[in-house]
């Protein structure tokens, strides 16, 4: 590996073409006391994509360092973002030189980038860097870990978690925005921290007066509480589209007791105001057309694995990658639940289930079932959407006999999705034999599958006891004692855990784990034996004493008083 590196960055060179990320780290350039070490080393962090970009064609230092100077002028103006956004673009490779090879100091990069020290910039920044939005990405894994954190924090106990209660109660009767400021605020309480260092409160108090607090402050999230009045006497309806707003607004300035100015809009200030309505409604218009085209794609020349039987064909390496490419950038646009609702509503969903499931290339199958897993998670519109037209037998059938791993864990993580905290996706998963793949699942030679079957199996005993009769039926506890049997592994904590529920209150599944003939007792004895000093394998440990007191100290007790 080393020396195709060396051959690869060798033929760059070669090229004569620009590379910055290889001559900022050539001997020539560092330092005598640096050669031969790693010292001074210049490293992308794991998201730096663009780390040190080259500079744009037809550029050089001098022209981009005009730019910068102009800029300083062009942000003394009013209503000028998009020429900002468009200077800022432009000398980004410039500007990542700079950081890069200067390592300047922040007051002396704040003077010569002001433009950069804005909230708009620094977004647009950090997606020229590494190609995610910031916000929209963290607020969606915000939305995402919100009903895990909340299960945490509702076990927190003490001071912090009395304090925690009240943030979690109001959580179900709050605005969006609102729901994620109190799950941060539980964060940090959470974490011992102070949410003041944070958040910053403003009460009957101007904009004016809080913009010029908010100068003062490094880094807060600001928060505006209406007055008791305001919160008495706001009846109106709120928008909620664009043409709402305008509406709002329209009403708002007739409601101004002074004269509105009669005069004719100038040709700027309409291309300003197209330009800002642009940028408002951009966002959510940009991925939905996004989807329509990767759905374009997958339409294009369905092919089945039933379809191509018998066939030889050679799929064209170009539509392949075309098609894998749209299924990966629809799962990571559906991870917003909004747009997971467009899908279903444009026929995604359908189509994914009627094309790319049964699709010839192993590739576009695991794709389609993990886009069906990130729409249907934490969406009940989508599941109950998914078992109307019957995506969960099809799943179960990859699950069991796909012969490619990575689709039937795919298959198995969508599943998962439909059946877990959804009542109806569970009865269909019961009636189409679910249990059984789980186990066979927990026999396969993928390690990846075994864990996630094991896992589901202890999720669904855990909270739904009412199907232990149906999975001792099955004898469940006897094919699990089975794979205990099997060389030890990290599943084995969730088989373990199983094997618990099954016992816990259900004499049935207590009297198959007594059965002599499986030997659980001794299994467990050396099992624990084993365990015992393994911090990693301290839950595996807990799960195998409580299955063991479970199951046989209180039938020894009652060994020894018969024998009295």
Request: proline content about 4%; aromatic content about 4%.
């Amino acid at each position: 590996m080393k020396w195709k590196m060396g051959n690869y960055r060798a033929k760059l060179r070669g090229r004569q073409l620009a590379c910055p990320e290889l001559e900022v780290n050539s001997l020539k350039r560092r330092s005598s006391n640096e050669t031969g070490s790693s010292k001074g080393i210049k490293r992308p962090k794991k998201a730096e994509v663009n780390y040190l970009p080259p500079l744009p064609i037809g550029d050089t230092e001098d022209t981009l360092e005009k730019e910068r100077v102009d800029m300083l002028q062009e942000i003394k103006k009013k209503n000028n973002k998009r020429v900002i956004s468009e200077k800022m673009e432009r000398s980004f490779s410039f500007r990542r030189q700079e950081v890069v090879k200067q390592c300047p100091a922040i007051q002396d990069f704040r003077e010569k980038w002001p433009a950069l020290f804005s909230e708009v910039q620094i977004k647009e920044e950090f997606k020229r860097i590494t190609t995610v939005p910031l916000e929209r990405t963290f607020l969606t894994k915000l939305d995402f870990y919100t009903p895990k954190m909340q299960e945490i924090f509702s076990k927190k106990g003490g001071v912090a978690g009395t304090k925690i209660r009240p943030l979690l109660d109001s959580l179900s009767q709050r605005h969006v925005e609102a729901r994620r400021e109190a799950i941060i605020r539980a964060l940090m309480e959470f974490l011992g921290e102070s949410s003041g260092e944070l958040f910053k409160d403003y009460k009957d108090i101007s904009r004016e007066a809080a913009q010029e607090d908010q100068a003062e402050q490094v880094l807060k999230i600001c928060v505006f509480h209406k007055s008791e009045e305001d919160e008495g006497g706001d009846n109106r309806r709120h928008p909620h589209n664009l043409q709402g707003v305008l509406r709002l607004a329209v009403e708002a300035g007739a409601a101004d007791g002074g004269p509105a100015p009669a005069e004719p809009m100038s040709e700027e200030r309409k291309e300003w105001l197209r330009g800002a309505l642009a940028e408002v409604s951009k966002g959510q218009l940009n991925e939905v057309e996004q989807m329509k085209r990767c759905l374009a794609v997958l339409q294009k020349d369905g092919m089945s694995a039933t379809e191509c039987e018998g066939e030889e064909e050679q799929m064209d390496e170009e539509d392949e990658d075309e098609r894998e490419s749209a299924l990966e950038i629809l799962s990571e646009l559906c991870e917003n639940l909004d747009n997971a609702r467009d899908l279903m509503v444009l026929g995604g969903l359908q189509l994914c289930l009627s094309q790319c499931l049964g699709h010839v290339q192993s590739g576009v199958r695991w794709r389609a079932a993990q886009l069906l897993a990130s729409c249907a998670q934490n969406m009940p519109e989508v599941q109950l959407h998914l078992l109307a037209i019957d995506a969960l037998p099809k799943l179960l059938q990859l699950t069991d006999s796909d012969p490619h791993p990575t689709v039937q864990v795919k298959a198995l993580y969508a599943v998962s999705c439909l059946v877990r905290e959804q009542e109806a996706g569970l009865q269909e998963f019961a009636s189409q034999d679910g249990f059984s793949v789980l186990m066979r699942g927990m026999q396969s030679e993928d390690e990846r599958l075994r864990t996630k079957s094991a896992f589901l199996l202890l999720n669904l005993l855990s909270v739904h006891a009412e199907h232990k009769g149906t999975v001792l039926s099955m004898g469940m506890a006897e094919q699990l004692v089975s794979v205990l049997r099997s060389p030890h592994s990290s599943f084995h904590e969730h088989v373990l855990g199983a094997l618990c529920c099954l016992v816990e209150d259900c004499p049935q599944g207590l009297k198959d784990c007594r059965n002599s003939a499986l030997g659980l007792e001794e299994l467990l004895k050396h099992r624990a034996k084993d365990l015992q000093g393994r911090e990693e394998c301290q839950e595996e440990l807990d799960f195998c004493k409580r299955l063991r007191a479970m199951c046989f100290q209180g039938q020894q007790t009652d060994d020894n008083g018969m024998d009295r």
